[in-house]
């Protein structure tokens, strides 16, 4: 199995900034991507930022310009660095793998247990 542990939330006036960092453990054969979806109340979840194997990344249109999502030094890592932040993205916000177990097994997404961000004055 794969476990994600998540870190960096909290509660951030508008304007400011926060790092959220997911580490992946277990045992992984592969890691296909990375990335962050959130889900505010009443809301369906979606994506936010995700990072693939080779680097690119996509980015929800609305963070553009403020967030980026980058591999951490270790492999199973992945932080989003969030500026600038409003209002509406206050959320709880998911780390995702999308990594497969053995060279033989399909891959699939795996999620961590969220993270609370909120943005208030």
């Known amino acids: 199995q794969v476990q994600l542990a998540e870190s960096g939330g909290g509660l951030v006036q508008p304007g400011g900034s926060l790092r959220l960092s997911c580490a992946a453990s277990g045992s992984i054969f592969s890691i296909y991507a990375m990335g962050w979806y959130r889900q505010a109340p009443g809301k369906q979840r979606e994506l936010v930022a995700i990072i693939g194997i080779g680097g690119s990344t996509t980015y929800k249109n609305s963070v553009k310009g403020r967030f980026t999502i980058s591999r951490g030094n270790a492999d199973n890592t992945v932080d989003l660095q969030m500026n600038s932040l409003k209002p509406e993205d206050t959320a709880v916000y998911y780390c995702?793998?999308?990594?497969?177990?053995?060279?033989?097994?399909?891959?699939?997404?795996?999620w961590g247990q969220g993270t609370q961000v909120t943005v208030s004055a």
């Open positions: 995702n793998v999308d990594a497969a177990l053995t060279s033989s097994t399909r891959r699939r997404d795996y």
